[in-house]
């Protein structure tokens, strides 16, 4: 069975600009969540995704958006990126039932911002 | 508010020898408990988890961990370590309830180093 695959592995990323990162739950799932790691701020809850809705959401500004599919993939975008941004974006996928999330993790996006 | 503590930043232990890693928890129900493990430049795995039941379960890897309500603890714990047991280990608490689907709370982790 395919665990969670995020797409790419690894972004370098400009100031100001803006970056979208994919994310392809395991099989079955149908909720998606995603988490920044950083240093200084650990792992951080961003949102969830059930059934193309977001149904909950971290505390971060609204330059974070998120989206999902039918399919149950799903996408994160950033807009005007700035440095602090930099981390490590973490996706994960869980079967769901109402508050249960035991959540598979996928490798995570590496993004970059110079 | 729900806050998950890992007092240990950082654990140095000797191959072969025991481990037991600390986790703390602040939620009012009963929660949903879990741990995962990191290595460099990878993602999260899970190691184990706790719903309800018996107080003591086992996980991948050699791993178990133990709910104590009375301490608000959820320990790890492995009776002889591997050198590629060396990663970062984080607890997490997972709160119930329709309005906190799909978030997990996170400890700050717990760097393991094994010494040869």
């Known amino acids: 069975k395919a665990g969670v695959t995020q797409t790419p592995r690894y972004l370098i990323k400009t100031r100001g600009q803006q970056v979208t990162l994919s994310c392809s739950p395991i099989s079955g799932h149908r909720s998606v969540s995603w988490y920044q790691q950083t240093p200084g701020q650990g792992l951080q809850f961003l949102f969830e995704?059930?059934?193309?809705?977001?149904?909950n959401k971290g505390n971060f500004p609204g330059r974070f958006s998120g989206r999902q599919f039918s399919n149950s993939r799903s996408e994160m975008n950033v807009s005007t990126l700035e440095l602090g941004d930099s981390a490590l974006y973490l996706c994960a996928s869980s079967r769901t039932a109402e508050g249960l999330t035991e959540a598979f993790f996928g490798q995570g996006t590496r993004l970059t911002v110079v | 508010a729900q806050s998950v503590t890992q007092p240990d930043i950082h654990i140095t232990v000797s191959e072969g020898a025991s481990l037991e890693l600390r986790c703390n928890y602040s939620y009012g129900a009963t929660p949903y408990l879990f741990w995962y493990v990191q290595s460099p430049g990878q993602g999260l795995q899970l190691l184990l988890k706790?719903?309800?039941?018996?107080?003591l379960v086992q996980g991948i890897k050699g791993f178990e961990a133990e709910f104590k309500r009375s301490q608000s603890s959820f320990n790890l714990r492995k009776p002889s370590v591997h050198w590629s047991d060396a990663a970062e280990y984080f607890c997490?608490?997972?709160?119930?309830?329709?309005?906190?689907?799909?978030?997990?709370?996170f400890g700050q982790g717990t760097t393991l180093q094994v010494k040869p």
């Open positions: 997490a608490v997972g709160a119930s309830g329709s309005s906190n689907t799909g978030k997990l709370i």
């Open positions: 995704y059930f059934s193309e809705t977001q149904r």
């Open positions: 706790y719903f309800s039941g018996d107080t």
